[in-house]
Structures are given as structure tokens and as C-alpha cells.
């Protein structure tokens, strides 16, 4: 079966949980996180869960444990501490927990940066994969590339990865 078959055939629901990694963010100043579910949503995705969490690699890998642990749960989409600040700990705590990695996002997110910020895609440490059954992203926490990774990658394929992570 080819790809155009997969994704006619993939998931068209899928439940999701968001999380914002900010020391300084707030419910109410959250844009990424407010366009991460806007985008599931009007995509026919459902957000199950939300939360920002300071930059800290533990408290960050806590609360992606609690999350792979809810049933019902299919993707985890995290944004925010990918860079190479000192407080930039989302890349290991994500890393950490994965099973299976999906290098070509990363790469494929940095090259569509490319055309907007230039050279300074380098500075992305943006990664997906597999853990405990469950698709896990992590992108910047700017908006601009939360609605590049969403419009370009994640939304895409989140279905069809789902699936094939389900069997």
C-alpha cells in the first residue's frame, strides 16, 4: 500500500496532549500553546490535556511520564526548550524517554526553518518519536515554528503515525 493509501485510510481523530516548557509564560500569555490546540482542533483532533512547565529537565520528564501513562492518550506535542541555553533541558528530557526516534523530523523541521530564519536553524534541537506507545514532538516554543512544525509535519502525518505506532 502506498503513502496516499495510508493516509486516506489513517486515524482522523486523534487525542492529544500539549505542553509548554517556559519559565516565563502563563496560561494567558501561552501563544504557542494556544496555537498548537487551535490547530489540532480545527484539524478534528481532540486536546485532552494542557500544561506549561518551567524549563527544568526533571520536573519536564515527570510530567511527560504522568502523560504516557493516561489511557486514551496518542501524541504528546511539547514546545519550548530546544535550544542551547543553559535552561534548554526539553531535548534531553524528551530523548530520554524515547523508544523509537524519528530523526528525519528534526532534520526536515530545520530545513523548512531554514527559509525563515536562515543559518540560525541550527540552533533547533527539535525532535520526535515513540514512547510508551505514544507519538512525543517537541518544537521551539515560537509561534512561528510551532505553525511551521504543525502546518508542515505534525498535522500531516499524525494520524497515519498513530496508526502505525497502534499497528
Keep these: 500500500?502506498?503513502?496516499?493509501?495510508?493516509?486516506?485510510?489513517?486515524?482522523?481523530?486523534?487525542?492529544c496532549a500539549i505542553v509548554t516548557v517556559s519559565d516565563t509564560r502563563t496560561a494567558e500569555t501561552d501563544g504557542s500553546g494556544t496555537c498548537i490546540r487551535a490547530l489540532l482542533?480545527?484539524?478534528?483532533?481532540?486536546?485532552?490535556?494542557?500544561?506549561i512547565r518551567p524549563d527544568d529537565p526533571g520536573t519536564v520528564r515527570a510530567h511527560l511520564e504522568e502523560l504516557l501513562a493516561l489511557p486514551g492518550l496518542d501524541a504528546v506535542?511539547?514546545?519550548?526548550?530546544?535550544?542551547?541555553?543553559?535552561?534548554?533541558?526539553?531535548?534531553e528530557a524528551i530523548t530520554?524517554?524515547?523508544?523509537?526516534?524519528?530523526?528525519?523530523?528534526?532534520?526536515?523541521?530545520?530545513?523548512?526553518?531554514w527559509e525563515q530564519v536562515g543559518s540560525a536553524a541550527i540552533l533547533s534541537r527539535?525532535?520526535?518519536?515513540?514512547?510508551?506507545?505514544?507519538?512525543?514532538?517537541?518544537v521551539p516554543g515560537s509561534?512561528?515554528?510551532?505553525?511551521?512544525a504543525m502546518q508542515k509535519l505534525l498535522l500531516p502525518e499524525l494520524g497515519h503515525m498513530v496508526d502505525l505506532v497502534h499497528g
Excluded: W
Design 1 to 15: 500500500m502506498g503513502a496516499h493509501e495510508h493516509h486516506a485510510k489513517a486515524r482522523r481523530t486523534v487525542a
Design 96 to 113: 530520554a524517554l524515547l523508544e523509537k526516534r524519528l530523526d528525519g523530523f528534526g532534520e526536515l523541521f530545520r530545513m523548512l526553518s
Design 143 to 148: 509561534q512561528a515554528a510551532v505553525e511551521l
Design 77 to 91: 506535542i511539547v514546545n519550548g526548550g530546544t535550544g542551547i541555553a543553559p535552561r534548554d533541558a526539553t531535548f
Design 126 to 138: 527539535a525532535t520526535a518519536g515513540v514512547a510508551r506507545g505514544k507519538i512525543v514532538g517537541s
Design 41 to 51: 482542533e480545527k484539524a478534528g483532533h481532540r486536546v485532552i490535556a494542557y500544561a
